[in-house]
């Protein structure tokens, strides 16, 4: 079938991928690793990014967790200044949608939706976001696929899933969407490329 879309991860296709526990003091104070901070919060994490509990509810809980010494605020702003953004995959992404319908579907938290939507105007960017936070899904389920795929008015054969998670272009592959995982600007341009019938 003909390509009629494109489903475009944001962490990791578009920037670095954010850091929720970057604060640099976090480490010395609690004696955990990044990735050891991370397990330790990730129920809390699972609500806060299906949009069940606020930020400052988020932060809240780390914070009695750990019995920090740190604000909300202090924490999340290290959150918020841990990306670094990909500007041409943000020029990629306009060319494409002058020939194909293009979506944004993220596992993202609200303050760093808030965030990229304030200093990057993502939302008008795509056809159509959709953020966990907001939609209550995540991938790799099925259901974030499928009400992707309803916004755009496409099948999976018609749609290009874009991610740098393995684990989410497997679960788009399995529903037939044609997948890309990303690993850099230019084998993304390049792999999208051999996968419609334009040059971009």
Request: glycine fraction near 4%.
């Amino acid at each position: 079938p003909k390509i009629k879309a494109v489903i475009f991860d944001w962490a990791g296709v578009f920037c670095s991928p954010g850091e929720l526990f970057s604060h640099p003091k976090l480490i010395e104070l609690t004696g955990l690793l990044v990735e050891e901070l991370g397990h330790a919060t990730q129920t809390l994490q699972q609500h806060y990014y299906r949009g069940h509990i606020s930020s400052h509810d988020f932060w809240q809980g780390v914070i009695r967790q750990f019995n920090l010494p740190l604000t909300a605020t202090e924490l999340s702003a290290a959150y918020l200044a841990s990306y670094h953004l990909y500007p041409k995959m943000l020029v990629f992404a306009e060319k494409i949608r002058r020939k194909l319908k293009t979506a944004l579907l993220s596992n993202l938290t609200s303050e760093m939706m808030d965030d990229i939507i304030r200093k990057h105007f993502v939302d008008h960017l795509f056809d159509h976001v959709l953020f966990s936070n907001e939609i209550g899904l995540m991938k790799p389920e099925q259901e974030a696929y499928a009400l992707a795929l309803k916004r755009l008015g496409t099948t999976p054969t018609e749609t290009i899933f874009i991610d740098d998670s393995r684990r989410n272009v497997e679960a788009a592959k399995a529903l037939g969407m044609p997948s890309i995982l990303f690993s850099s600007p230019e084998q993304c341009v390049r792999d999208l490329t051999a996968l419609v019938d334009f040059e971009v």
